[in-house]
């Protein structure tokens, strides 16, 4: 007998069960893990995402080998690193980013302070063994991917010790050296890895005995060669380049006496040594830059390189930033510098439509000056590489840092795709993975694609604005020596911050969708499913109504067709 129901009707116990509302659907909920933002914005790899939700459930060190899994030195890149994660943060559409290299360079310091060993296993002892030419970021951290993958490495380093640029050019009031030495002391331990310093490639060692002795070759050599500076072929007799000063400043704590100095250049090396000259007694020290100072570029490109925070703070010391200057003429009496001519420049198209400098006639000015120091950046030094390099000392590498030789691999400032720590370790990082896929004859795991968590993915109803932790900055009168500027922040600072983390993109376990769902088709899990939630949809009954995935707070639930 069929069952007739009618507005006045009763339902009966179990109805909802008999009718499968599924069937109306014409869309339906599935869960999306699409990479946060800051993911996929940062050179190295990391997922901040997941190291904060560690974090935020006061699980620190499990966040530490989340974090190390993609980049072994956090707490070098938490100091020096851009942070091109903050950049890309949704949570400043509400407030301000999260403060996620503060939350790195905590976890790198906890771990330092704790003994925490990395999560790697001793390779087999007939594994592959390759060699890494250059014992800097780029260097260091192919080593240890390499290891954690199953290889053996052999490190050559021209120096006595480990640490390139961010030892010898990196003052320690931004990078302590108990912090660099720490780090790297603990991924020299690592098993299966032979450090050998004292070895220069082109003079103690040769890249075809490397490749007749070992599996692969990495070179991690870094731009170790100033670039030529002159103004229409005048060079000062007693030219100084920027880098090799402040290195100088660096190994022995001092550098010539100058009353008024030109540091020319928009880097971090010039900023650096700008500031290293007025804590040694300068008088006055002036930065002149093609660019402009930082958030007040106005195209891409046009903002000086230099970390933002460490411009301000060149600002704060008495630092003089003249920006969109060149040099235009060089003041000389004999050979030495008593002054030189400036003018406005700005970057502008030109017939094809590329970017130039132009000079403007009329905007000239006289800065009268001791010296003038580039600091331009550097170059390939190209002994030992005689056999890769181009006409112009380039060396080309495809995406994953493969040379022209299949077996020599090479990362950091070489390559010339970028110029931080930052992507340095992330080169490194692929370069690993592709030598090792090509040594093993497996496929190397690709990146997951499709699009990013954005801000169109966000519902911003459920997040309060909660103020980002402050770090205490040392006061302008005590930046006088080694001291480190920035002392960083506490254990429930960084655990408040971590809990100001959107998870973009990644289930947050709210209940939003279990509790709001109208026809009670979302189901809660005991243990995390295979996507990571602790939801599944029961598409017998869920009618599509899309309200679980308008509620859901981080863009985890998306819609689909139902085909």
Same mark, same amino acid.
């Given at each position: ?17 008999? =009718?499968?509302?599924? #069937? ?53 890149? !938490?100091?020096?690193?851009?942070? &091109? ?6 949570? %400043?559409?509400?407030? *301000? ?20 060993? =990395? ?44 640490? !390139? ?17 720490? *780090? ?11 450090? +050998? ?10 890249? +075809?005995?490397?490749? +007749? ?44 006496? =100058? ?35 930082? !958030? +007040? ?37 004999? *050979? ?28 000239? #000015? ?73 040594? #093993? ?28 932790? %402050? ?8 930046? #006088? ?32 969708? =279990? ?21 599944? &949809? ?26």
């Amino acid at each position: 007998m069929s069952q007739i129901i009618t507005r006045g009707g009763v339902a009966q116990p179990g109805g909802a069960m008999v =009718y499968h509302t599924g #069937t109306w659907r014409t869309q339906r909920p599935v869960h999306v893990h699409a990479p946060a933002p800051c993911h996929h914005a940062c050179p190295a790899g990391e997922d901040p995402q997941a190291y904060l939700a560690l974090l935020d459930e006061d699980r620190p060190r499990e966040a530490w080998e989340a974090l190390v899994a993609a980049n072994p030195l956090p707490g070098v890149t !938490g100091r020096v690193c851009p942070h &091109f994660c903050e950049s890309a943060c949704n949570r %400043r559409e509400i407030d *301000e980013a999260v403060g996620i290299h503060l939350i790195e360079r905590h976890l790198g310091d906890e771990a330092l302070s704790k003994g925490w060993d =990395y999560p790697v296993v001793t390779p087999p002892a007939d594994a592959p063994q390759v060699a890494v030419v250059g014992a800097g970021p780029a260097g260091l951290a192919f080593a240890y991917h390499a290891i954690r993958l199953g290889l053996r490495v052999r490190m050559f380093e021209s120096a006595p010790v480990a640490g !390139g640029v961010c030892r010898s050019a990196i003052p320690t009031y931004r990078l302590p050296r108990e912090v660099l030495e720490g *780090e790297i002391e603990r991924l020299l331990a690592l098993p299966g890895l032979d450090f +050998q310093p004292h070895t220069r490639l082109g003079q103690d060692i040769d890249l +075809q005995d490397l490749l +007749q002795s070992h599996a692969g070759v990495f070179l991690g050599l870094g731009n170790q060669r100033p670039h030529a500076w002159s103004i229409d072929g005048a060079v000062p007799e007693d030219l100084h380049n920027g880098l090799e000063l402040l290195k100088e400043w660096i190994d022995h704590g001092a550098v010539p006496e =100058y009353r008024s100095v030109a540091v020319v250049g928009g880097g971090n090396t010039a900023v650096d040594l700008a500031r290293v000259l007025k804590r040694s007694g300068a008088e006055r020290v002036h930065i002149i830059t093609h660019n402009a100072l930082p !958030g +007040q570029g106005e195209r891409p490109g046009d903002e000086m390189r230099a970390l933002p925070r460490e411009v301000t703070q060149a600002l704060e010391e008495g630092i003089e930033i003249l920006p969109h200057r060149g040099v235009h003429r060089l003041l000389l009496q004999g *050979e030495r510098v008593i002054g030189l001519e400036m003018v406005h420049m700005k970057k502008l198209p030109d017939a094809n439509g590329r970017l130039v400098r132009i000079p403007f006639e009329g905007t000239e #000015t006289i800065l009268r000056v001791d010296a003038v120091i580039p600091a331009i950046g550097e170059e390939i030094d190209p002994r030992g590489l005689e056999a890769l390099l181009e006409g112009d000392y380039a060396l080309r590498t495809d995406d994953n840092g493969r040379t022209a030789h299949e077996r020599v691999f090479a990362g950091g400032d070489m390559n010339g795709r970028g110029g931080t720590v930052t992507e340095a370790v992330g080169e490194a990082r692929h370069a690993a993975l592709a030598m090792h896929a090509q040594l #093993t004859g497996t496929a190397r795991a690709q990146a997951a694609q499709g699009p990013v968590a954005d801000w169109q993915h966000i519902n911003p109803a459920y997040y309060d604005a909660t103020p980002r932790a %402050r770090e205490l900055v040392l006061p302008i009168e005590e930046r #006088t020596g080694c001291a480190e500027i920035e002392p960083g922040i506490s254990g429930p600072q960084a655990r408040h911050e971590a809990g100001r983390c959107l998870s973009c993109g990644m289930c947050l376990s709210c209940d939003n969708c =279990y509790t709001l769902c109208p026809d009670m088709a979302v189901l809660k899990t005991p243990e995390p499913t295979t996507d990571g939630s602790t939801y599944v &949809f029961d598409y017998d009954y869920c009618k599509g109504c899309g309200l679980c995935a308008s509620e859901c707070p981080c863009g985890f639930i998306q819609m689909v067709d139902d085909l």
